[in-house]
């Protein structure tokens, strides 16, 4: 036994939210985006907020090399990728800043997502072969958002969104939507930086969301705890080593 709880106290516990800026067109909206985000995280005591820029450098895409993973339990690809994994592995809770580009989001997030699979993948495979064991995909259970902008309305940010419910749900994730029935992003419409002090609309959206985020994840790190005993391996991945249930070190990491 790793916690023994007696008070509501023991269970409050503290989450890490990280904030993925992954905003490659008018990036000046996605910094004044991820600094409101920030400074409302805060406002909270139990949160940690760890802040992730994608770069202006190549970023490989998935070769499928699954042997290489498996080999060394990370992506073969040494780029920018490793110190993304690093953060979202070890984050409770996720809010991705996007720009809309061609009808969904940026080939950089395509190619993240499916190194992020394609690793797990192989990591669980390693892991059930030598341990003579059904595979065992993780369900990460991170409460998972996503802010879109574009320059108008077709810019692609409903599509945006809807990529993120479809990642989210293969990795056991929560997707948290806007606040119905205004919102289920939220999108933006957005042409100016000045605009992100004006809209009252999109402002309110993407406090309610962070908010959200926050505590929901704050939520589950307290329903581990209570029920460590109960809960299966899967809900307690570690935290350090992708794919591979660790429950024993889950909260010790």
Request: glycine share 8%; net charge neutral; hydrophobic share 35%.
């Amino acid at each position: 036994k790793i916690f023994k709880l007696s008070t509501k106290e023991d269970v409050k516990g503290n989450a890490e939210i990280l904030v993925v800026n992954a905003g490659f067109d008018n990036e000046d909206i996605g910094e004044e985006i991820e600094k409101r985000i920030v400074a409302k995280l805060k406002n909270n005591e139990k949160i940690k907020t760890e802040v992730f820029r994608f770069k202006h450098e190549p970023l490989k895409d998935c070769h499928h090399c699954n042997v290489l993973c498996r080999k060394g339990l990370r992506c073969a690809f040494n780029d920018q990728f490793q110190d993304f994994f690093d953060k979202w592995i070890r984050s409770d809770g996720i809010i991705w800043i996007v720009s809309g580009e061609q009808n969904g989001v940026p080939a950089e997030i395509h190619y993240v997502h499916d190194r992020l699979s394609e690793t797990g993948f192989s990591t669980v495979s390693d892991y059930a072969i030598k341990n003579n064991v059904p595979y065992r995909f993780c369900r990460y259970t991170k409460p998972e958002a996503v802010i879109a902008y574009g320059k108008n309305g077709y810019s692609g940010q409903t599509q945006a969104q809807q990529f993120f419910v479809n990642v989210a749900e293969q990795r056991g994730n929560y997707f948290i939507s806007g606040r119905t029935p205004y919102s289920l992003g939220p999108a933006a419409l957005i042409r100016q930086k000045s605009q992100l002090g004006s809209d009252r609309f999109f402002i309110e959206n993407v406090d309610n969301v962070v908010k959200d985020v926050a505590n929901i994840a704050i939520g589950i790190q307290g329903a581990k705890k209570i029920l460590f005993d109960e809960l299966p391996d899967i809900f307690f991945n570690s935290r350090t080593q992708m794919g591979i249930p660790d429950k024993e070190e889950y909260f010790n990491e």
